[in-house]
């Protein structure tokens, strides 16, 4: 009787067991998928975005730096000249992408101490990639952000707002994103001690509650677009000065928090609002200048528009009455139109093609930087075929002012 009883016992044991093991499976499985449907940062998780499903940013992999701090830039494939497949070297883009990350990552007066990250779309040549990397760069690839309902008037800029990838890297406090056009001609790490990329707090001065899925607070700083003939540094903002639309920023260079509630924001933003017919007329922005634009209705300072979608600024009180109204950036930082007046006054950056600048007086500056770079690694390349190590070569090239 009593060895009956025990084996009785035991096997009742055996089962609450396996009952408690199996409710306790349970618990954690509901956990998970909680946890999956609240995170927007989970990889394959969702954003819900007034009323609706945003696609969630996915869980990206870890860009391989401890610093907080970064420079980054985008580059997509080449649709226009067709030179991913090609000979890569007739892609502007990607040799203005080289120019930068030897001026971040090596030239002596510019080299920054943050890493240089760029962002690279699944179609990008793998030659390109690998030459980024050996030249310094940290290439990461993302995803396409796709266009949605927004028309870009170029053809090269359809992938464009795969840049809103960076708000997913959230191992940085601060990202400078710096469009693959432009030039440094200054070192620019102070930059990120410029009052403007403080943290704000949302709808702080709108005197109206949160929005839905905005986040409480954000960075956003950026510059606005000088005129095409303009003086340096720029007189005071307004109709009749060198910043006529002072609350209009170019998106060729800005600072910002990465947040993935920012991120779902802005791509809420390639759809049509609730209610309203899912085309082009129904979007509050003109989205001919797809990133620009739409980021500057995001971040925008007045809620009066007009018809294209720019933010009307009426007078000094109407100012930074939308809820995450973007930080002007002190002038000095970077030039559009770029002139040789801002190069000679001592601009940090220049937003310029040197293949086909506005102001063909500035051109012999950009080839000269572009001629500096081609010299550095055509010596690279000579110190390496005679044995030299990278950290060897490197520290020569820059004994010898390369």
Not at 44 to 66: C, F, N, Q, W
Not at 325 to 347: N, Q
Not at 374 to 389: H, I
Request: some cysteine; hydrophobic content about 40%.
């Amino acid at each position: 009787m009593l060895q009956q009883r025990g084996s009785l016992l035991v096997r009742l044991c055996g089962q609450k067991r396996y009952r408690d093991l199996a409710i306790f499976a349970a618990i954690v499985l509901i956990l998970v998928s909680a946890l999956a449907y609240l995170r927007p940062d989970i990889h394959g998780s969702a954003v819900l975005y007034g009323g609706k499903t945003v696609p969630a940013v996915e869980d990206a992999r870890r860009i391989p730096t401890d610093s907080q701090y970064a420079f980054l830039t985008l580059l997509t494939a080449d649709k226009e000249s067709g030179s991913d497949g090609d000979d890569v070297n007739e892609d502007h883009y990607y040799i203005h992408t080289r120019i930068l990350t030897y001026q971040f990552c090596h030239a002596i007066g510019t080299k920054s101490k943050f890493p240089f990250v760029v962002l690279v779309t699944p179609e990008v040549d793998h030659r390109k990639r690998a030459q980024l990397e050996r030249d310094g760069a940290l290439v990461h690839e993302v995803k396409t952000v796709a266009p949605g309902l927004l028309l870009p008037s170029l053809e090269r800029w359809e992938d464009v707002l795969t840049k809103f990838r960076l708000w997913e890297l959230t191992q940085f406090e601060r990202i400078a994103f710096i469009d693959a056009d432009m030039f440094v001609f200054r070192n620019i790490d102070d930059i990120f001690d410029d009052p403007a990329v403080l943290v704000q707090q949302t709808c702080e001065d709108s005197g109206v509650p949160i929005p839905a899925g905005l986040p409480a607070s954000f960075v956003f700083a950026g510059y606005a677009e000088q005129t095409l003939n303009h003086s340096y540094p720029p007189t005071e903002p307004g109709p009749e000065h060198d910043v006529p639309f002072p609350w209009y920023f170019n998106t060729g260079l800005f600072i910002t928090k990465p947040d993935p509630m920012l991120y779902a924001y802005y791509v809420s933003l390639t759809r049509a609002p609730k209610g309203k017919p899912q085309d082009r007329s129904s979007l509050p922005f003109d989205s001919s200048l797809p990133d620009q634009n739409l980021l500057n209705y995001a971040h925008r300072w007045a809620s009066i528009h007009d018809m294209d979608g720019i933010a009307l600024l009426l007078n000094p009180e109407d100012r930074r009455t939308g809820c995450m109204p973007w930080a002007p950036l002190d002038a000095k930082w970077v030039t559009h139109h770029t002139t040789v007046d801002d190069l000679e006054g001592g601009a940090y950056a220049a937003h310029v093609h040197y293949w086909d600048p506005i102001h063909l007086d500035v051109q012999p500056y950009l080839l000269a930087k572009k001629a500096e770079m081609e010299a550095f690694y055509a010596r690279r390349e000579q110190l390496e075929d005679e044995g030299w190590k990278k950290e060897d070569w490197l520290q020569r090239a820059h004994e010898m002012g390369m």
